[in-house]
């Protein structure tokens, strides 16, 4: 846990039965925030000069927007979850502004294409990123100001277990559920689309969370022990290979690779944390390993992903197309990269959603990349600091599990645009264009504040028993 802002708790200084003093560090998430805030206009501003000819009307209202969004934020944070930790907030509206201003200078790009082959103007995407970092924001209000304690989540285990299901499942109710891309992962009604897995990976997390609270102790037991690991009981396996069944028929159904991916890998990592045993890692690699193995030769689909990553320029025409276009990018961007505005991330497909990182790394070259991930570690790490000051168990899990869900999306997304592993289809967090990615992302940095704040604060002062019989009085002089 963060060491606070001033005056640490002072043994013999605070009121028998109340908490220590303890700064709350408020002021240093507000100061954070201005800054990235900053960060963002200064992008913004240099988006515009670079490819226009100058800041556009909307600036001064866009900018407004998101700093009084940001500073409502702030204070139902400051209100509802004073010690809640402070780099957490500021950290994802930094990645969130520079995602905006991004999705911006691709929207330019697109507009300065159709003016050049005489085709309509097309509707800038950034506005509707804009509208749904608004409503993740009131969602992030929301969770902050309804879940007072995180730990009544809990009590949900397994009607979040059936929710994340039902989730999982709507894509392929007929009528309703949309293929795009030849993924099935969303569902449209009434002209609204929307991708469910988003939000079932925030409550099959408070299932994981809640079960294993539970279920640790028999999952801990041990029943041989093979070349110095300790290997669980067979009948304890049930589990895992439901998680490893339920991420196959993600892969084959709705072939969602990225989400079969962060769904059994957050069940494995999270069964290593609460049972501390090594032989859950080895028997989910093992399996990883078997369902990756059927599913390469099972079906076309993986089996083309897995050619185009070992030989993207055997493919370059047609389905190598989109990676070799990322990985030229990012080799044109070198160290510093050609600036904001400067270069062409538009000659990527899909460079506002899935390959928003090869933007970034053209223009801002591999420094700016890397400055980008360390963003995304510095809010794992925060959500894992949290995890581990948390004082009940399901509260460490869930927190754990939230992070290791924001730490799997972006090496899988990262990975497969550098082509360390094959590509995934899944969104840059916060970053990326997309609403259902950027609400759920919004949710779960809220689940995160509220459980660091329990985390956090100062528990009460018990007050001894002679305390309670001492009373000071004045002696006469």
Not at 13 to 30: C, D, V, Y
Not at 317 to 327: E, F, H, K, M, N
Not at 434 to 450: D, E, H, K, Q
């Amino acid at each position: 846990m963060s060491a606070p802002d001033s005056a640490a708790a002072t043994p013999g200084t605070a009121a028998a039965g109340s908490p220590p003093r303890q700064g709350t560090r408020r002021n240093t998430e507000l100061v954070l925030l201005v800054v990235a805030w900053g960060i963002g206009v200064l992008a913004y501003a240099q988006i515009s000069w670079a490819t226009s000819d100058g800041l556009p009307e909307s600036f001064g209202l866009s900018v407004g927007v998101v700093g009084v969004v940001a500073l409502v934020m702030h204070l139902v944070v400051r209100r509802a979850a004073p010690y809640a930790d402070p780099i957490l907030l500021p950290t994802a509206l930094l990645l969130n502004v520079l995602g905006l201003a991004m999705i911006y200078r691709l929207d330019i790009a697109a507009s300065q294409r159709a003016a050049a082959n005489g085709a309509p103007e097309p509707t800038p995407d950034v506005y509707a990123q804009l509208t749904w970092f608004l409503v993740g924001a009131l969602l992030f209000v929301a969770v902050i100001l309804a879940v007072r304690d995180h730990r009544r989540l809990q009590r949900f285990t397994y009607t979040a277990m059936l929710l994340g299901l039902v989730l999982l499942l709507l894509p392929l109710v007929p009528v309703i559920g949309t293929t795009v891309n030849g993924a099935q992962l969303w569902i449209r009604v009434a002209g609204f689309s929307f991708q469910p897995a988003e939000l079932a990976k925030i409550v099959l997390t408070v299932f994981f969370a809640g079960y294993l609270v539970r279920a640790r102790d028999s999952l801990a037991l041990v029943r041989s022990k093979v070349a110095g690991i300790e290997f669980p009981r067979g009948r304890d396996l049930g589990p895992l290979i439901v998680a490893w069944l339920v991420s196959l028929g993600v892969l084959v159904f709705q072939r969602d690779l990225g989400t079969s991916i962060i769904f059994f890998g957050l069940f494995v990592s999270l069964l290593y944390i609460a049972t501390q045993r090594r032989s859950w890692l080895i028997l989910g690699a093992v399996l990883f390993s078997a369902g990756a193995a059927f599913a390469y030769l099972a079906f076309g689909h993986v089996r083309l992903r897995v050619q185009v990553w070992l030989d993207p320029f055997a493919q370059q025409a047609d389905a190598g197309y989109q990676i070799v276009q990322s990985l030229f990018g990012l080799s044109g961007g070198g160290i510093l990269g050609s600036g904001l505005g400067q270069g062409y991330p538009q000659l990527v497909p899909f460079a506002n959603t899935d390959f928003i990182v090869a933007a970034f790394g053209e223009e801002l070259g591999i420094t700016g990349l890397f400055a980008i991930l360390v963003l995304y570690a510095i809010l794992v790490e925060r959500g894992l600091r949290t995890a581990i000051a948390c004082r009940d168990a399901f509260g460490t899990l869930l927190a754990a599990g939230l992070s290791i869900v924001l730490a799997l999306q972006v090496f899988v997304v990262v990975g497969g645009v550098t082509r360390l592993i094959p590509l995934t289809g899944l969104t840059t967090p916060f970053l990326s264009y997309g609403g259902s990615a950027l609400v759920a992302n919004w949710m779960m940095v809220a689940l995160l504040i509220r459980i660091s704040h329990s985390a956090r604060r100062p528990e009460p002062v018990a007050t001894p028993a002679d305390d309670e019989l001492t009373t000071v009085m004045r002696i006469p002089s």
